[in-house]
Structure formats: C-alpha cells, structure tokens
C-alpha cells in the first residue's frame, strides 16, 4: 500500500485531503471552492504520524509513517503463514509455524537437511508432501498436481512471498530407461494452494513407474560465513549465513535474532 497524502484548503483554511476534494466537487462545506494550495503544517503534522506494524502483534516492532510510505508492510517478515496440513488452519509467522508443525504433526512431514539428497515415494494422487528441515525447521512442499500429460511437481517453501528466494533445489525421477532432472529456486508461499502452477516445474509423463521415486535436494543459496565478533576480552566465531543484499544492520539483527543468541545488542 502506497498513498501520498497531500492537504488542500478553501480560502477560509478549512483543511480538505487531496483525494476527498474531488467527491465534494472541490468545494468546501462552507461553501467557498477548495484551492490547489498546499497546507504544508498539516502535511507535516500528518507526516509525523507514526503507527505500528499490522504484524505487531505477530512480533514486528517497525513503526510506518500513517500517511507516508507503507513499503514495509509489503516487506515485513512477520507476516501469517498458513499451516500446510488440511483442515488444520493455524497461521502464524513462519518460525511459530515450524514449531507448531513440529509439535502437532510430527509424522506427518519427511525429515531433510540442506544439501543431502533424500529420496521421496509419490503415489500419482498425493498432491502434497511436507518436508522439514531438521536443523531449523523450515517447511517445504512437494507439490504434485496431475495434469494431461502426468504429474507436474516443484517444490515451494512456507514463508512471507515477499522474502527473495534462499533456497534452490534438484527434483531427480528415474526409470529403467530415462532419467528427468529439474533445478530451480524454491519461491516462498504464505499459504498453500494447488490453484496455480508455477512457470517451472517437472512433468513426469504418464506411464512411469508407480510409487515415483523422487531423489530431492534442498540448498541453501547463501553459503555460511563466520562473522568474528570482539567480545570483552576475547574474539568469538560465529557461523551465520549473510547475503550479499545484507547490510550490518540486517546482518546484527540475525545474529541477535538467532535462535538460542545469548548476546544482547550493546556489540
Ligand atoms: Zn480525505
Ligand atoms: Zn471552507
Ligand atoms: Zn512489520
Ligand atoms: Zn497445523
């Protein structure tokens, strides 16, 4: 949401919005027409406005300018995220989310790590299969849609649509005969649909094999760095994984934000 505030007023300084004084047919209550003058005081004022976040009470501490620019909530990661499992309903950010399905579905989803191959056994009626990340839990999906001429997976990732894509994977089906290769980058989804197919996608032709054998991959795309941090008397290493769209600023905020981080922000 994008919208520029701009204040107008009548030649008695009755304030009207820029946007409102075409409904009153750029005439103010008091009968005078409204002018293109600028009321900059109001401007201002409106200007210094500060609300929170929507998400706030998902955890998101960024205050957004009431009438300026709302970018951040396009951006804001703490967006809710639909739990995957059918009839299950739970939204919340996508870390709550990955606890959440850890505690309540916990067979319900096949255990990967980043970049180790695991194979998969899809019958050609399953449409989803959540896969876990056994580290930090992410969530994944194997989705499967069957289409006129087999089955169509990709694999996509639970999390806000606005985050750029961290991870890439390998999608690997093999018969006697052939061998099918898809490598892409996992896009991130809020909620979990079979609606749309994405533009990138493996079709596996009818007639393979039954269950399909899948051989999966999930990577991260930013390899780990080791940040050395001075502490009081000593340097500690730390593994965090760091963009190079990354600022310091962002970068801190990872490290304080890391699970089980002992360190407060005073570095
Ligand atoms: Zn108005
Ligand atoms: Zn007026
Ligand atoms: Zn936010
Ligand atoms: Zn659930």
Redesign the pocket.
């Known amino acids: 949401m994008n919208f520029i505030f701009v204040s107008i007023q009548c030649d008695n300084g009755h304030i009207v919005c820029s946007t409102c004084s075409p409904k009153l047919r750029n005439k103010c209550w008091c009968s005078l027409p409204i002018s293109s003058k600028h009321c900059k005081a109001i401007e201002n004022l409106m200007l210094s406005i500060e609300i929170s ?4 009470e998902h955890g ?1 501490r ?1 205050k957004i300018s009431y009438i300026g620019n709302r970018k ?2 396009d951006e ?1 990661i ?1 967006v809710l995220c639909y739990c995957p499992i059918l009839g299950c309903g739970f939204a919340a950010t996508s870390e709550v989310l990955s606890n959440h399905f850890s505690r309540k579905h916990r067979n319900s989803q096949i255990k990967f790590n980043y970049g180790h191959s695991f194979i998969v056994s899809l019958k050609s009626n399953d449409q989803a299969i959540v896969l876990q990340e056994e580290n930090d839990g992410k969530l994944f999906i194997l989705n499967n849609s069957t289409i006129l001429l087999g089955n169509a997976v990709y694999i996509c990732c639970i999390g806000p649509n606005s985050s750029e894509s961290e991870y890439s994977y390998d999608i690997l089906a093999r018969s006697q005969t052939c061998k099918l290769k898809l490598q892409s980058f996992v896009k991130n989804v809020q909620q979990f649909t079979l609606a749309t197919l994405p533009s990138e996608l493996l079709v596996i032709p009818v007639g393979s094999s039954e269950p399909l054998k899948l051989e999966i991959c999930i990577s991260y795309i930013t390899p780990m760095m080791e940040i050395s941090i001075n502490m009081p008397g000593k340097i500690k290493i730390i593994p965090l994984r760091v963009k190079i769209s990354d600022t310091i600023v962002n970068v801190k905020k990872k490290f304080f934000t890391r699970k089980g981080s002992q360190y407060t922000n005073n570095v």
């Open positions: 976040c929507p998400n706030a998101c960024v951040h909530e804001c703490y």
